[in-house]
């Protein structure tokens, strides 16, 4: 059994710390900065034994370096993109095994945010970094609309108790932006609620479960009537198919 701990960094993102059960040992995930990392290491006794790395962006890699100074620790992460610091390369289908406490770890190709990056699962729980948000997906940095929308379909196969570790908390607004694709659709309009008040208490809304993302976030959402017909009312022309309304959903929200 997995314990995940949240930390938060920056602004918005948040860095995930995988415990195995009965032991101190972690992995981190996407570790942007090192010192609440190593902040969090020392105030819960937890020893580091591994990286995880979803994709190239600074804010997901920039405290490798000061981690590992005084580790010899494996950074695994995507083969096909350039990181500093990585020491397994990995693609999709691969299986990651840290460690004799920690379950087998599955490697996902999940392209589209950036043009390599993965997603790792086990026991249930997706890290799945800057591919499928809470009630939204990563924006088009270097990946493809095509790409992304390929992933999150995959992701959507999932079952629905799957636990979504995101990478950043930007459930608030994407919800806004999902309200005004589908404005009729009360299961969203109930967890923007929730999703409000705890923000104003200071709450995290990440993880998220697949059930509510299939429910709620529209780009998992591209063969519903409802999504095409707004989209296509955005966009002020025809959608052939879920590709060609998610290529449009996605440009929506870049404007929104």
């Known amino acids: 059994m997995l314990t995940v701990h949240r930390i938060p960094a920056f602004e918005d993102n948040y860095i995930w710390l995988i415990q195995a059960q009965g032991?101190?040992?972690?992995?981190?995930?996407?570790p942007g900065d090192a010192m609440p990392v190593l902040n969090t290491l020392r105030s819960k006794d937890l020893d580091l034994i591994g990286i995880f790395i979803t994709h190239h962006h600074a804010d997901h890699t920039a405290g490798i370096v000061e981690l590992t100074k005084d580790l010899t620790i494996p950074v695994y992460g995507p083969a096909n993109e350039n990181i500093n610091g990585v020491t397994?390369?990995?693609?999709?289908r691969d299986t990651v095994k840290v460690d004799p406490a920690f379950p087998e770890f599955t490697v996902l190709n999940t392209p589209g945010h950036?043009?390599?990056?993965?997603?790792?699962?086990?026991?249930?729980?997706l890290f799945c970094g800057d591919t499928l948000f809470a009630?939204?997906?990563?924006?088009?940095l270097g990946g493809s609309a095509e790409q992304l929308h390929s992933s999150l379909k995959l992701l959507a196969t999932l079952p629905a108790t799957t636990e979504i570790y995101c990478a950043h908390e930007y459930?608030?607004?994407n919800?806004?932006?999902?309200?005004?694709?589908?404005p009729e659709n009360a299961l969203l309009k109930q967890r923007?609620?929730?999703t409000e008040k705890a923000r104003q208490q200071q709450q995290a809304t990440v993880p998220s479960l697949m059930e509510d993302e299939l429910a709620t976030n529209p780009f998992l959402?591209?063969?519903?009537?409802?999504?095409?017909?707004?989209?296509?009312?955005?966009s002020g022309r025809p959608l052939s198919n879920s590709q060609a309304v998610f290529t449009a959903l996605r440009a929506w929200k870049d404007q929104f």
């Not at 032991?23 to 996407?30: R, S």
Request: include cysteine.
């Open 23 to 30: 032991t101190n040992k972690v992995i981190v995930v996407d």
């Open 88 to 92: 397994h390369p990995l693609s999709g």
């Open 114 to 125: 950036t043009p390599g990056h993965i997603s790792y699962l086990a026991e249930g729980k």
């Open 135 to 140: 009630a939204g997906c990563g924006r088009l």
């Open 171 to 173: 459930t608030l607004a």
């Open 175 to 182: 919800l806004r932006f999902a309200k005004a694709v589908e």
């Open 192 to 194: 923007f609620e929730q």
């Open 221 to 234: 959402r591209c063969e519903l009537d409802s999504i095409k017909k707004a989209t296509e009312t955005f």
